[in-house]
């Protein structure tokens, strides 16, 4: 069995992160797309890996739902990247045959929603940048933000 040190060392021997360099700010989940999925927040897992519980980051629920999408990443004041840890750990929950705590068919369903739901926000968006240039070709509106 890999001690919590061995683990935050193989992290960072995979991924180049810190996990020590997580101060526990909360900023990484406050725009997380599937937090309200999660078990445990990203920094929670980070701290059981800091603090001696490998087990319960290995166990749970959130690294099997993290969509890699870097919202975390973006937000950290301390640049970690959680993604690729998060990345690194389920990695690691694979080596030791632990399967994912949820079903491949409900994962899919929640990934699917979120995206179709920001997709059709970036699709609105898109058709309105390109609407207010084709007026502003014809001579026909300004171009306002």
């Not at 059709?120 to 007026?135: G, H, M, P, T």
Request: charged content about 25%; some cysteine; overall charge negative.
């Amino acid at each position: 069995m890999e001690s919590s040190t061995n683990l935050a060392q193989r992290i960072q021997m995979e991924t180049g992160q810190d996990v020590r360099a997580c101060q526990q700010s909360g900023a990484c989940i406050a725009g997380c797309p599937l937090a309200e999925y999660f078990d445990w927040t990203p920094t929670q897992i980070v701290q059981a890996v800091q603090f001696g519980q490998p087990d319960l980051a290995l166990e749970s629920r959130t690294l099997w739902l993290c969509a890699s999408c870097q919202t975390c990443t973006t937000a950290c004041p301390n640049g970690l990247d959680l993604a690729s840890v998060m990345d690194s750990l389920a990695g690691v929950a694979r080596e030791r045959g632990i399967r994912p705590k949820v079903s491949e068919a409900g994962l899919r369903r929640k990934v699917t929603a979120i995206m179709r739901k920001h997709m059709d926000v970036e699709a609105e968006l898109d058709k309105e940048v390109r609407s207010k240039i084709k007026n502003l070709e014809e001579g026909t509106a300004a171009f306002e933000t």
